[in-house]
């Protein structure tokens, strides 16, 4: 055979590429790919494994016992804390352990690791009637006229917070 | 007996040549092998797969009910998604859309940041152009997020198998194989996708996958304060949204594709897209 060695030579190469790609191939796709479909099995856990930043209502009543205790008795239990205050979990884990060095960026920001509130803003989120709100929940129209028809002054600085206590809209005196 | 001219005619060239048009077929053949062998493998975890939770798969099976008629539009369910899944400014994972009907058949649909920070009562500005100046006369809210449809068409066009549905039925992006192409952003009818630009990855709802397998609620059913998002196991006929399934008219959004949305509807206009 003449050609015996071109032979030898092509499959010889073609060995090489095979070998290549499948060494490349069990590099590149991971072991758990296919084994339950077309994807990473491991992805489903690490997608469940994250921590939820929302902690609940529970949560919080430990250490503000009296805020909670006055919410739950209150008329305004439906926003829960974190509906105005934000997520609570680093708030938590600040608080608790005393780890500001684990979050210098947030602290800065926000030094009790929650969003700030304005004391009207949270309000007008629920509270202000839009044309294409159904009207179930009691809302003001306008702020303005809500304040001086309730006999206060309005101002720019004006909250809602100096008439009504947030966590239970009782009118203070 | 061959004859020498029978092997002349086989110069080096010819040869290199054919070696060429059968690597060529080779390679074509192979990677249409290749790719419909890939195309075999489903692209949602059978009911061999243990949940999380435990127990098999099939037990479990979420839906997610929208009742437009009780959103008021407070923006609630925007900003506790973007707080809990760290959504970048500027994107959102579930929006809420205003729908303002005017006498003359004008719809004007809004939604300032996706709802983030509410809905502004500006009527006047909302009223007709000035020389019909009439008031609107209908309207609501429509909270929209992920469908996690059954036939999904982003899963399908996922080159690389980053996009993938969990035996319950979630819809679900891995971020560590996903290329951002955004073939799937495209392929989503319902624009529930988007690149995010920190990771560069598809990002999408995932009905807070991480809360919903630890027992807890989505962050925006959670934080809801007019109960119109209701989230639970359609597989329990006890479960508060079997219960609202069974009582109520529900519909689909663009029903007409055929994607089979998990996330159902009350209260849908035939306006609302």
């Given at each position: ?173 | ?70 959103c008021i539009g407070c923006g609630s369910c925007v900003r506790a998604c973007k707080a809990e899944n760290n959504v970048p400014d500027g994107y959102n994972r579930t929006w ?30 909302r009223n007709m152009p000035e020389e019909i100046g009439q008031l609107p006369v209908r309207g609501f809210f429509v909270p929209k997020l992920c469908n996690h449809c059954i ?123």
């Amino acid at each position: 055979m003449r050609h015996a060695k071109h032979f030898v030579r092509l499959f010889a190469l073609l060995a090489v590429v095979l070998i290549a790609f499948l060494a490349v191939r069990a590099q590149v796709v991971p072991k758990d790919f296919g084994t339950l479909g077309r994807f990473r099995a491991s992805a489903i856990k690490e997608a469940a494994m994250r921590e939820p930043r929302h902690l609940g209502n529970e949560a919080c009543s430990d250490c503000h016992a009296k805020v909670n205790d006055a919410w739950a008795a209150g008329k305004h239990h439906t926003p829960q804390c974190e509906n105005c205050h934000g997520p609570g979990l680093l708030h938590v884990k600040v608080m608790s352990e005393d780890s500001v060095a684990a979050y210098p960026d947030r602290i800065k920001a926000f030094p009790k690791a929650l969003r700030p509130t304005t004391g009207t803003q949270e309000c007008l989120w629920c509270h202000l009637k839009t044309f294409e709100r159904p009207s179930a929940l009691k809302s003001i129209k306008n702020v303005e006229r809500h304040t001086i028809e309730k006999g206060g002054t309005f101002t720019a600085a004006s909250k809602c917070t100096d008439c009504h206590n947030p966590h239970t809209t009782v009118v203070k005196q | 007996m061959t004859s020498p001219a029978d092997h002349e005619e086989l110069t080096r060239r010819a040869f290199l040549e054919k070696c060429a048009e059968a690597g060529a077929h080779t390679f074509l053949f192979g990677s249409l092998f290749v790719t419909t062998a890939m195309m075999r493998l489903p692209q949602e975890a059978t009911s061999r797969t243990v949940g999380p939770r435990g127990g098999t798969a099939k037990e479990v099976i979420y839906g997610f009910v929208v009742d437009t008629t009780k959103c008021i539009g407070c923006g609630s369910c925007v900003r506790a998604c973007k707080a809990e899944n760290n959504v970048p400014d500027g994107y959102n994972r579930t929006w809420v859309e205003q729908y303002t009907f005017f006498p003359n058949g004008e719809v004007i649909v809004n939604s300032p940041n996706g709802g983030e920070n509410g809905f502004e009562d500006d009527l006047p500005e909302r009223n007709m152009p000035e020389e019909i100046g009439q008031l609107p006369v209908r309207g609501f809210f429509v909270p929209k997020l992920c469908n996690h449809c059954i036939d999904t068409p982003c899963i399908q066009v996922c080159p690389v198998g980053a996009s993938y549905k969990t035996a319950e039925g979630v819809v679900l992006v891995d971020p560590q194989r996903c290329v951002g192409c955004g073939y799937c952003v495209q392929a989503c009818p319902f624009g529930s996708r988007f690149l995010n630009p920190e990771t560069n990855t598809a990002d999408k709802c995932t009905w807070c996958y991480h809360r919903i397998t630890k027992g807890l609620k989505p962050a925006c059913v959670e934080y809801c304060p007019a109960k119109a998002r209701i989230f639970g196991n359609v597989n329990d006929p006890y479960s508060e949204i079997s219960q609202i399934l069974a009582t109520n008219r529900v519909q689909v959004l663009k029903s007409y594709l055929g994607t089979r949305p998990r996330t159902r509807y009350i209260g849908l206009d035939s306006e609302v897209i």
